[in-house]
């Protein structure tokens, strides 16, 4: 057996170093959002541990302790001179400002959600039976719909929408709309807000995220024009749809070729299929990078075993690429597939007949 090279071995340890400090850095801050902290420091007023916790009744050891691994990982800035903490704009962004196109506290309680159901992976590893979407902690539901939430907000109705021929003139004009995989339905309410002479109905399988995204569409004052029901993608109601869209999700489906058949069937004559997947290269070594190694990880432990817990079990995983994508549509019946845009995150597709 060959010796191992020590400064490769000091190297890794170095770059491993940097990783458990952001995973112990990631669960700081889904507590800090959970208790409030970033949301009373987002005015960017310096404050010291005890004057913090004067804002937020939390003890300032506590906060002592928080605020000190933060700065530390250079989430908040600190200054000597005052014993200060604050957030500079940049950093309330990220971390306070829920609706900023950079938000990003979500994406650490989607994070939580693949250590707290760990187990649970581990076991269908060993069983092969895979594990369901709903079979997930809450904070998984939660962090998924804040973390792509940013996304959404940044481009579906400036980039997207206007990227699919004749779609938005359609949804200008008052159109039907599907929005199948909903989850909370950020992205529908969006859309509705956008389009208020369209009508939305958001479909998802998993009953507390229709709960939850009637509750958001009151919220946001849309509920007459927007609805939520309890369906799969292969089984939602046909409704003559001029856009169905499917959000991050087509890959998490055991049957995803069966659900573009459902879709095709669905469709107004003209109607466009809109998915929206990860980004991702049709070839592994184009995804060795920064985003591919979050949506790898994030396929391993969520949407491989999501899908494989239902009927075919195809697991695309969420690094797909668009070939087998394509094949997905066309072996679904549609005879037009086109990459209409792009973000570091995530392709946009439009499929028609």
């Known amino acids: 057996m060959r010796q191992p090279d020590m400064q490769k071995v000091d190297a890794l340890v170095g770059r491993l170093v940097g990783d458990i400090g952001a995973a112990v850095s990631g669960s700081l801050v889904v507590l800090g959002d959970d208790v409030g902290l970033f949301k009373a420091m987002a005015d960017g007023e310096p404050v010291t541990a005890a004057e ?48 900023s196109p950079a938000f990003f506290t979500g994406a650490f309680q989607l994070v939580q959600a693949m250590w707290t159901d760990e187990p649970k992976v581990a076991d269908a590893f060993r069983t092969g039976k895979g594990l369901g979407w709903h079979e997930h902690s809450n904070c998984l539901f939660r962090g998924t719909e804040r973390f792509f939430r940013t996304g959404y907000n940044n481009s579906l109705v400036t980039e997207w929408i206007p990227a699919l021929d004749g779609v938005e003139d359609k949804l200008k004009a008052g159109a039907m709309v599907a929005d199948v995989g909903c989850g909370h339905g950020s992205s529908t309410i969006l859309m509705a807000q956008a389009y208020p002479a369209s009508r939305f109905v958001g479909y998802d399988y998993h009953m507390p995220s229709i709960e939850r995204a009637r509750a958001a569409a009151r919220e946001a004052g849309v509920s007459d024009r927007v609805s939520f029901a309890q369906a799969s993608a292969s089984t939602f109601p046909a409704g003559r749809y001029d856009l169905v869209a499917m959000f991050d999700c087509l890959h998490d489906m055991g049957d995803p070729v069966g659900a573009g058949k459902h879709v095709k069937e669905t469709l107004a004559p003209g109607g466009t299929w809109m998915i929206v997947e990860p980004f991702a290269h049709d070839h592994l070594k184009d995804n060795l990078n920064p985003v591919g190694r979050v949506y790898y990880g994030a396929s391993t432990m969520i949407c491989t075993p999501a899908s494989m817990s239902q009927e075919v079990g195809l697991a695309l995983g969420a690094q797909a690429g668009e070939t087998r994508l394509r094949k997905v549509a066309l072996d679904a019946g549609f005879g037009h597939f086109h990459r209409a845009t792009e973000t570091p995150f995530n392709m946009v597709f439009e499929v028609r007949a």
């Open 52 to 99: 913090l916790s004067k804002r937020t009744a939390v003890k300032e050891r506590y906060l002592r302790e928080w605020l000190s691994a933060l700065a530390a990982a250079d989430y908040l800035t600190y200054d000597e001179k005052t014993d200060r903490f604050r957030l500079t704009p940049e950093q309330a962004l990220v971390f306070a400002e829920e609706d």
